[in-house]
T-cell receptor
């Protein structure tokens, strides 16, 4: 069964450093997402991406964050200058489309296993 | 503002007994509703969704959920719990806005513990 993969599983960095989190979505999916979960808190939406541009972003997703699909398979989240409060589990997700005409239903999002980011 | 509430941080059930994990939501308009499960060191796995139609939705691993519009609830249920059902369960909602994207708004999660 196809699945979303993420690397690395755990990233430790110093405050102020840049990090890039990588995701490989399911191959025929067109919509891509990043979420994060600070320890003990809710899973929060960061950004959605479609057709090589951001579709929607939350207020968390400020100028320090950027996303890119550099090739046909990878989807990356970059944090330019990490802060202590960026420490969290970051989840990538993808979906086949927004709406399936075949099933007349909203396509669910499939999530990766997450990257745990620790900022020291 | 859209929100999802899971009032119980933890639910404890004996194996073989029925289980319920509660979820209530607050959105404008009609929602799309989802349940996801997270096992240790794994990503969120889709369990089931409510889009329209029958209020009782059946999903993976014998789980089902009941949509109640008047109570704005979408409780997850299973008639007979298994020890392997022990995990973290998340309820999520998306509003019916026909645009690109589709962010999910999650509840805080409920830890389900099934004892033998």
């Amino acid at each position: 069964e196809p699945e979303v993969t993420q690397t690395p599983s755990h990233q430790v960095t110093q405050m102020g450093q840049e990090v890039i989190l990588r995701c490989v979505p399911i191959s025929n999916h067109l919509y891509f997402y990043w979420y994060r979960q600070i320890l003990g808190q809710k899973v929060e939406f960061l950004v959605s991406f479609y057709n090589n541009e951001i579709s929607e972003k939350s207020e968390i997703f400020d100028d320090q964050f950027s996303v890119e699909r550099p090739d046909g398979s990878n989807f990356t989240l970059k944090i330019r200058s990490t802060k202590l409060e960026d420490s969290a589990m970051y989840f990538c997700a993808s979906s086949e489309g927004w709406w399936s005409r075949q099933t007349d239903s909203y396509n669910e999002q499939f999530f990766g296993p997450g990257t745990r980011l620790t900022v020291l | 503002a859209q929100s999802v509430a899971q009032p119980e941080d933890q639910v404890n059930v004996a194996e073989g007994n029925p289980l319920t994990v509660k979820c209530t939501y607050s959105v404008s308009g009609n929602p799309y509703l989802f349940w996801y499960v997270q096992y240790p060191n794994r990503g969120l796995q889709f369990l089931l969704k409510y889009i329209t139609g029958d209020n009782l939705v059946k999903g993976s691993y014998g789980f089902e959920a009941e949509f109640n519009k008047s109570q704005t609830s979408f409780h997850l249920k299973k008639p007979s719990a298994l020890v392997s059902d022990s995990a973290l369960y998340f309820c999520a909602v998306r509003t019916r806005i026909y645009n690109q994207g589709g962010k999910l708004i999650f509840g805080q999660g409920t830890e389900l513990s099934v004892k033998p």
